[in-house]
């Protein structure tokens, strides 16, 4: 069984760690989830400030 959770990224970060969480998440590279937010402005920076202050940190690694 899958046990990973959506989560913010504590190394792939470049201003919340949304897009490193969700490309972490989905196996996806940051670098193509950020151009999809960048591309869908209007409602991607909605959902981005949601997710921001709704997802939990990832338990940061030594």
């Known amino acids: 069984m899958n046990n990973k959770k959506l989560r913010k990224s504590s190394t792939d970060r470049s ?4 897009c490193g969480g969700i490309a972490e998440f989905f196996g996806f590279s ?4 950020r151009l ?3 591309f869908v402005i209007p409602a991607s920076l909605l959902i981005y400030l949601i997710l ?3 997802l939990a940190d990832s338990p940061r690694s030594l």
């Open 15 to 18: 201003l919340y760690g949304v």
């Open 30 to 33: 940051s670098f193509l989830i």
């Open 36 to 38: 999809l937010f960048i």
């Open 52 to 54: 921001a202050n709704t």
